[in-house]
């Protein structure tokens, strides 16, 4: 993939972000290693609907770590590592855990959550596929844009537990009782799950668009080859 100069403080960013993505996922999961219905966090209808939530949360945390070692530079220098991770987010993170986060969207019974949820999952797929189209045709810059905005869309599972708590705090001026606030943590989650992949999707085109400006962008005789996810 033709890319940039690697640099420490984007070597820096990316591990960072994997850090923070393994220590969420471990919280993500935690409740969901025994199986255990009655642990959910979430409200379901069925074993079934736990089994696709259970197969949606295991895979997006397979999504949500492997993301950022795409954007390791010492990774995507090494072409087969930076593919075969490549396609371990796509096809085993991304693909089910999109295909299986709609119907548990649309069994929750909640509009905020069905909206909030599905349109989200649609476009982890449509990006994701953006980005391998771009990286078969060999539009390297292309492929990491569209990689960039389909990890905005992973990384909803962190941006969401960190929305939830602040939203949460901007209501107790509002709030009249003690338990008030935690009555509405239930109907603040979906809330902050729709305004999450939001932010983090508006986050990256400011990203994409400055470099896109000139702001450290490399001169042509600087580009070097790195590999894409099946290039």
Partial sequence: MTGEPARPGKARKAWLTFVVAVVFGAVLVSPYLLLDIDNSR????????YALLVAHIFTALVALV????????????RRRVHRTIGR?????????SAL??????????RIVTQIGLTVPAVLWLVTGALAYRAVRHGDYRGHRNWMMRN??????????????PLLLIAQIPFSTGAGSI???????????????????????????????????????DTLVRTPGVAD
């Fill in 182 to 220: 935690a009555d509405k943590a239930s109907g603040t989650i979906p809330v902050g799950q729709a305004l999450g992949w939001i932010v983090n999707l508006l986050v990256v085109e400011v990203l994409i668009r400055r470099r896109r400006s000139g702001a450290g962008m490399p001169r042509p």
């Fill in 88 to 96: 371990g987010y796509l096809l085993a993170g991304v693909l089910p």
């Fill in 100 to 109: 299986a986060a709609v119907p548990v969207a649309l069994l929750s019974g």
């Fill in 66 to 77: 492997l993301g950022p070692l795409q954007f390791v530079p010492a990774i995507r220098a």
């Fill in 42 to 49: 979430l409200d379901v209808y069925g074993e079934g609907h």
């Fill in 151 to 164: 990890y905005a869309l992973t990384f909803l599972a962190v941006t969401s537990r960190v929305l939830v």
